[in-house]
């Protein structure tokens, strides 16, 4: 359980065991080794080597590296603080993680200018596709070998690559923007849809077939996304996911804010987890500035951690119903969630986005008389949450509609880079708040629920199981809520203690910084990641030395998951697909970022 | 031979504008109690109970842009949502309410409201196929199969009521339920015409021509306003209709159960014919909010291979004690 803390402490001091490993097999003059605040095991490599060491860490290592986290990259031309670093002007960032083993290692590729190529991993993890066709489109870094290294975000149109240093940031850093008619043509021509750019055949020998658009405006697509559907009849032979409607360039507004005032945003990467995404956000900080937060600050962000899971979990659970046809249970998970919902307005007096944990605490302390209301509602939902499974989920058409339907076992799932209840649902136990418990997680009874198929009604049963799990938690963060500060006594905790600035002026002008600069900390990097309500959910922040990030990375499960729905979906019916969209439980804001 | 009486245009005025407004009441009444059975308030705040919604609404879809699309068919595209309401209103007419009342009693009765359910299909079919639009030809696809083999058992399932009755004059056969309703003996017979008759009005859970989360609206999709609207009346006389033929050909029609009559003849059979489809009213919303819609291919082997079997089972055993019977 402490593996992660032990682990942290390792490398510090010695070489971690999958570095030493690369080392053998490699040779140590292959690599150079980075130091990071959380201290994962960090290590550059050669473009030409790229690919042996991750099949390396696939494949042979031990633990081996079942799964591609995340590749992401860094335009590193204006970065000033690389001490060590190799030469860099792009650089490419692995992160596989082992389940097995339970730690992570992260590869970088550094790439000179202009001869931005590297090869790519598909071959490896189909999962890669997506992560390195975002690559491109942020910061036109080229895969070689890659079958449709296209625009993902933005549109097909777009010129330049929005996550470069030398992008604008802002409408008005750019030219007044035209809608002329050469403008309206052009865009026009680029909508126009060809199946065959989109990898899809027209007709087979037998029949010809049909495309339906399915989206950005579909009642079951939950949200603006697009699914390209090639069908035969009502089978669905393939899909082509299309995304990219909702993003807003989250990433490069980290680069814009200051550490505090990017907390906001978080908050709207995945809409319906609320301070679930603040979490891992502030800890990334907290871990760099080397603040240790309170007990109680803990406590209360793990009970609204948990809040927001609940209330995510039950607008799945809601929307899957209405997507079979069943229309009531929405109606009363809403009901639940709005109980959910003022309990966490009258603590934060936010709804959806309370934006309420800052950097080494949060931001008021619990209310009086909290304990009423929670207590009110840990003991009406476990009776809801058994309605629930008799209305639906032991429902013998939803078995019928959803039983055997989307199925993928765990291997597909390390594939195709699915995390969370669509993991567990494969029957691997693995929760990042019992494997590597953040925020007190260690303190917590509760267990993980998996399920073995792998299929739509698993996935389901393991987030309406989840929700009983979370109601547990709350139940004993109600009863073992520790006294003490809501903010941790650190000088960049963010904002500072307001009492301590009445005490002499070098406190109040340290206060003043903070609230109008923020925290500046010493130049580092760092991740963390959390089990957030859709699966993994980390924020890899650069820090090189301003009041901000320099490179914010966000790291979204639902933008991963979508990648499998044509893996799950081909050649089932039309309504089973809307099985599979909804039980891939996505939230197009934590797709699009 | 063909032979029908009609009734006074007393009659007829009151029995069509009677039906007609109950099935536009319909509207709020299912919004209201989806909404009580779904944790919610439903429609309250126009007139008392909110049942003055009804008014606004009609007001909001006469005055919506009548949009045509430029790329349908224009004109069955305009026909095809005048059909279903036009002969659900001419089934409609062969109902016997009470001693007396009813527009017309035809001795094909039963077999012209089979007629009239399959017209209504055209209206579903013709409204995808005149729509273009991919999802409304998909609605229209899965409309017309379903109608197809709903319709075989839904006819096979009341052949026992026939039997009995010995007539396909609905009068007649709510006559010879004097002495018993025919629900006992056609048991099999009443779960199986429920069940087709949830399919041939479109209800929920078998509104898959229609089912949103995969086909938006299906058949109707590219239709607004008016013609929307004549969707939906239709759909909702339909129900009426498959209501008021639940009790006319089960439940013993105007006769009162338990010999609990009171007044006239007239007004105990209006009152309990009443009471009787306005119970298989509420029970098909109460359906509609409670149970969940299968896949196509599953709605369809389970007509085939359940439900079909079911019925011609049911028919053959009614006929051979009634001929076991008859000696």
């Known amino acids: 359980m402490s593996n992660s803390a032990a682990h942290m402490q390792q490398s510090e001091t010695e070489l971690p065991a999958v570095i030493a490993q690369l080392y053998q097999k490699f040779g140590e003059s292959a690599f150079v080794r980075q130091h990071t605040a959380e201290g994962m095991p960090t290590v550059w490599v050669d473009r030409d080597k790229i690919l042996e060491v991750l099949k390396f860490l696939r494949d042979e290592a031990s633990p081996r590296f079942e799964m591609l986290l995340d590749v992401t990259a860094i335009d590193e031309r204006l970065r000033v603080h690389r001490d060590g670093q190799p030469d860099s002007d792009f650089t490419v960032v692995y992160q596989p993680i082992s389940f097995s083993g339970n730690c992570d290692v992260r590869i970088k590729v550094a790439l000179k200018e202009p ?20 690559c491109w489109d942020m910061f036109g870094v080229v895969f070689t070998g890659h079958p449709n290294l296209s625009r993902i975000y933005t549109p097909p149109t777009w010129v330049g690559h929005p996550l470069r240093k030398d992008h604008p940031a802002r409408a008005t850093e750019m030219d007044p923007y ?19 750019e989109w990898g899809l055949e027209r007709k087979s020998d037998t029949s010809e077939f049909m495309f339906l658009n399915f989206g950005p405006n579909h009642p079951a697509a939950h949200g603006v996304i697009r699914f390209a559907l090639q069908l035969d009849g009502e089978y669905v032979l393939d899909v082509v996911p299309d995304v990219g409607y909702h993003h807003r360039g989250a990433e490069k507004m980290g680069e814009r804010q200051s550490w505090h005032t990017y907390i906001p945003y978080t908050d709207r990467i995945d809409y319906l987890g609320g301070v679930m995404n603040n979490l891992p956000y502030v800890m990334a900080i907290e871990k760099m500035a080397g603040i240790e937060v309170p007990d109680r600050v803990k406590v209360i962000r793990v009970m609204l951690a948990e809040f927001f899971r609940i209330c995510s979990h039950l607008l799945f659970f809601g929307t899957w119903a209405v997507d079979l046809g069943q229309l009531s249970p929405l109606f009363y998970a809403f009901v639940d969630r709005e109980k959910a919902f003022n309990i966490i307005e009258s603590i934060t ?14 931001a008021q302390d619990l209310p009086n008389g909290w304990e009423v209301r929670v207590k009110e509602f840990v003991d009406m ?3 809801k949450l058994r309605e629930y499974d008799k209305m639906v989920m032991a429902n013998t058409v939803i078995k019928q509609r959803t039983m055997g339907v989307g199925k993928m076992n765990t291997q597909d799932a390390y594939d195709w880079g699915m995390t969370g209840p669509a993991l567990r649902a494969t029957g691997l136990e693995w929760d990042y708040r019992k494997d590597r418990p953040y925020s007190g997680y260690e303190n ?5 629920p998996i399920a073995v198929n792998g299929d739509c009604y698993d996935r389901a049963a393991v987030r309406v199981e989840e929700m009983r799990q979370s109601c547990e938690i709350i139940r004993q963060c109600l009863e073992n809520m520790p006294s003490g500060p809501y903010k941790s006594d650190h000088p960049l905790t963010t904002p500072p203690i307001k009492e301590k600035s009445k005490l002499d002026i070098e406190t109040l002008i340290d206060h003043f910084l903070s609230v109008s600069w923020g925290p500046v900390m010493d130049p580092s990097e760092v991740s963390m990641a959390i089990e957030a309500t859709k699966g993994i959910n980390s924020y890899y922040l650069i820090n090189d030395g301003g009041s901000g990030a320099y490179r914010t990375r966000i790291r979204t499960p639902s933008f991963i998951h979508i990648q499998a729905i044509p893996f799950l979906s081909r050649g089932l019916m039309l309504a089973d697909f809307t099985a599979v969209v909804a039980t891939t439980d996505f939230v197009m804001a934590d797709v699009d970022k | 031979m063909f032979s029908f009486e009609v009734g006074s245009l007393l009659n007829i005025a009151v029995v069509l504008g009677a039906g007609l407004a109950v099935s536009v009441m319909m509207i709020w009444v299912e919004r209201r ?9 439903g429609p309250n705040r126009v007139g008392p109970f909110g049942i003055f919604q009804v008014i606004a609404d009609a007001i909001k879809m006469l005055f919506k842009e009548d949009w045509i699309p430029p790329f349908s068919d224009k004109f069955t595209f305009v026909l095809a949502p005048m059909i279903l309401p036009i002969v659900m209103l001419m089934a409609l007419a062969v109902i016997p309410f009470a001693p007396g009342v009813g527009v017309m009693d035809l001795n094909i009765g039963l077999l012209w409201i089979f007629a009239m359910a399959g017209l209504a299909s055209y209206s579903t079919m013709l409204g995808g196929l005149a729509s273009n639009n991919k999802f409304s030809l998909l609605g229209s696809l899965r409309g017309t199969g379903q109608m197809i083999s709903y319709e075989v058992f839904m006819g096979i399932s009341i052949l026992g009521v026939v039997i009995l009755a010995d007539s396909f004059t609905l009068r007649d056969i709510v006559e010879s339920q004097r002495d018993g309703w025919y629900v006992v003996p056609q048991f099999f017979g009443f779960i199986v015409f429920t069940v087709a008759g949830l399919a041939e009005s479109h209800r929920w859970p078998f509104d898959l021509p229609e089912s949103e989360a995969e086909i938006i609206s299906g058949y109707n999709t590219e239709y607004s306003g008016m013609k929307f609207g004549l969707f939906m009346i239709g759909e909702y006389i339909a129900m009426v209709v498959m209501a008021l033929l639940m009790p006319v050909l089960f439940f013993g029609g105007w006769h009162a ?5 009171f007044g006239t003849p007239l007004i105990s059979g209006l009152f309990w014919m009443s009471v009787k489809a306005g119970f298989f009213l509420l029970f098909f919303i109460l359906v509609r909010a409670a149970l969940v819609r299968p896949r196509y291919d599953q709605l369809m082997s389970y007509g085939w291979l359940v ?21």
């Open chain 1, 115 to 134: 001869d931005l190529n590297i090869p790519t991993a598909i071959g490896l993890w189909p999962a890669a596709n997506w992560h390195e066709r975002e």
């Open chain 1, 178 to 196: 035209r809608h002329d008619d050469d403008i309206v043509d052009t865009e026009h021509e680029a909508m126009k849809f060809n199946p065959e």
């Open chain 1, 349 to 362: 007096g936010g709804r959806m986005h309370p934006s309420w944990f800052r950097i080494g605490g949060v």
């Open chain 1, 381 to 383: 939902f476990p009776k």
């Open chain 1, 444 to 448: 917590f009874e509760f267990e993980v």
């Open chain 2, 33 to 41: 109690f989806l909404g009580f059975w779904s944790d919610r308030l």
């Open chain 2, 257 to 261: 159960p338990f010999g609990l009559e």
């Open chain 2, 307 to 327: 439900m079909l079997p079911l019925s011609l089972i049911n028919l053959l055993v009614t006929g051979a004690i009634v001929l076991y019977q008859a000696g």
